[in-house]
């Protein structure tokens, strides 16, 4: 980097000064926080997303939203080149960008990492940053300042996108780095063709008419609301009526979206007594997040949560489903030996894993957030995973694509060995393998109902949740608290898992955990029971325990 080229940075650099006080981590949702503070933050994070394209020669993504966050929050993340998540070895670089007290200290620092990263800035290597943003009022002004971010990288290219949901960023970065078409028509034209596709392949006896072909869908008064009308222009084969698309006076993420559902278990906003029996979903804020839910009567607020670890289940049952039909009279040494794996965090219902272990399905455990479910998937020919909150998705390997391309065309057209290659490689295509996608999933869960003739009444009875409750214990030092085994064992204070352990047998069905928040210094405690009751009072012993514990 030449003089000149400190000369720009550092005068860029001075137009957003970090707020006095001001902390800032990067997290699994990047950072997030009060938009008013967010500028100096949102410039920084252009100057990474710049360097990260700089070092992999590849097109990276930013992302300016706050997801479920209350509307007067925001927040800026960066998509990799696989359209994942930042890796985590760049994490203490963003948060070290972010803080950096001046100009000077974020000359110095930009300086130090590109030498240690070997990264060359002298305006001849070539870097481009795809850019996005929801619906939030903050996120123009947000938007310039990450462009002033990427410029003042020389020989970096903001290429904005306009409003997006996240999913559609991280795909259009996955989808430019394979060398494919990348726009939101080719995003929306990918989706609804494999939707087709996998309808067509719907048997005789199964297709649905009038209203069982019904789906409502509370939009979060976000950017998925608008987004799904969208794409609904392009779908056969299923109605969608939209509430709370955000045009109607709503207020973002206020008493509506997936996660005020999945927590509150009430039904949202401008849904009630006239949807009961209906098939109803949830998105969440920036459409990454998706929840079924059921309006059992009309003389209560209250619902049948369909939750992610139903989602997932559904996803697994057909998946094994087809691989049985592929399979079948297949000798083992003459086919290629797909491993199938299920990803679940200890948060997810023990019920769940217990279907799923049912099925005969590989189950592991990692631990809480997403880049930890996504990098356990990757490992298997096909990975599901899925959070209870409706944040996952389904990966499949290339050499397994691959394989399943090559045994499509061997097979006999219309057999039903074609049938299920067909339907595995139009999954393949209708799931967003960068990131976890509402409308994917979405509509993925509605060809699948359709194929097996399922209700949503049916689909929500595949098993019934254990009760479970979640509390939050104060403590000084959180760092005090170590697991282990994918957060389900504390191996430090030395004692305490003996003493959860204790506990725990008392109930039936008794499971509990404890872990150290990311954010706050806070001990989370999880149990589940037979009971509502059990649940509670084994949660409350635990939390006392903690308390007991630490102090």
């Known amino acids: 980097m030449d003089e000149d080229q400190k000369s720009i940075l550092r005068r860029a650099s001075s137009r957003f000064p970090i707020p006095p006080g001001a902390k800032f981590s990067y997290g699994t949702a990047g950072f997030r926080a009060d938009a008013l503070v967010l500028e100096s933050t949102v410039y920084r994070a252009g100057i990474l997303a710049a360097l990260r394209s700089l070092k992999t020669r590849s097109v990276t993504g930013l992302m300016i939203t706050a997801s479920h966050n209350k509307i007067s929050d925001n927040g800026v993340k960066i998509a990799d080149p696989s359209g994942g998540m930042l890796t985590q070895a ?76 996240t999913p559609q960023l991280h ?3 996955r989808a430019r780095n394979k060398g494919v078409k990348a726009s939101e028509r080719d995003y929306f034209e990918q989706l609804s063709s494999s939707f087709r596709c996998l309808m067509t392949l719907v048997p005789g006896e199964c297709k649905v008419k009038g209203t069982d072909n019904k789906l409502v869908v509370d939009g979060a008064n976000g950017v998925g609301g608008g987004k799904l009308e969208c794409l609904m222009n392009m779908l056969d084969g299923l109605v969608i009526e939209v509430r709370n698309d955000g045009k109607g006076g709503g207020i973002l993420n206020e008493g509506v979206g997936a996660d005020y559902v999945q927590k509150e278990k009430v039904v949202p906003q401008e849904f009630g007594s006239n949807d009961v029996g209906m098939r109803c979903a949830s998105l969440d804020g920036d459409a990454d997040r998706l929840v079924y839910f ?40 003459n086919a290629y030996q797909a491993r199938l794996g299920v990803v679940q965090t200890a ?12 099925l005969g ?27 209870a909150n409706g944040h996952g998705t389904i990966l499949f390997s290339d050499s397994f694509l691959c394989w399943l391309e090559k045994r499509h065309n061997e097979l006999p057209e219309g057999s039903e060995q074609q049938k299920a290659a067909v339907r595995l490689l139009a999954v393949s295509k209708l799931v967003n393998q960068a990131v976890g996608d509402a409308f994917s ?39 005090a608290v170590v697991t282990a085994n994918a957060e389900t064992v504390a191996v430090k204070p030395p004692g305490i898992q003996e003493a959860i352990n204790a506990e725990t047998v008392k109930y039936p069905r008794g499971r509990s955990f404890i872990r150290p928040s990311g954010t706050e210094d806070v001990i989370r405690v999880y149990a589940e029971a037979s009971s509502q009751e059990g649940a509670d009072t084994l949660a409350q012993s635990v939390a006392k325990l903690v308390e007991q514990f630490l102090g």
């Open 90 to 165: 760049w994490e203490p670089f963003a948060d070290a960008l972010a803080n950096a007290a001046d100009s000077d200290s974020l000359l110095q620092l930009i300086i130090e990492f590109a030498k240690k990263e070997s990264i060359v800035i002298d305006g001849n290597c070539r870097a481009e940053v795809l850019l996005g943003r929801d619906t939030r009022p903050s996120g123009e002004s947000l938007l310039e300042a990450a462009k002033q971010g990427i410029n003042s990288i020389v020989g970096s290219a903001a290429v904005d996108m306009g409003i997006l949901t």
């Open 171 to 173: 795909w259009m970065v």
């Open 294 to 333: 059921i309006v059992p009567s009309a003389s209560s607020d209250n619902i049948v949560l369909v939750d992610g670890d139903k989602i997932l289940s559904l996803f697994a049952l057909f998946i094994k489903e087809q691989l049985g039909i592929l399979y079948k009279g297949v000798h083992e040494n």
């Open 347 to 358: 948060y997810a219902n023990g019920a769940s894993t217990d279907y799923l272990k049912g």
């Open 361 to 387: 399905l590989e189950v592991v455990l990692t631990p809480t957030g997403v880049k930890f479910l996504h990098e356990k998937a990757a490992e298997y020919d096909i990975g599901i995973y899925f959070e």
């Open 441 to 479: 999933g979405l509509l993925l869960v509605e060809a699948i109902l359709q194929n097996l003739n399922w209700s949503i009444n049916h689909w929500s009875e595949l098993y019934r949740d254990l009760p479970s409750r979640q509390l939050k214990v104060k403590v000084m030092d959180r760092t």
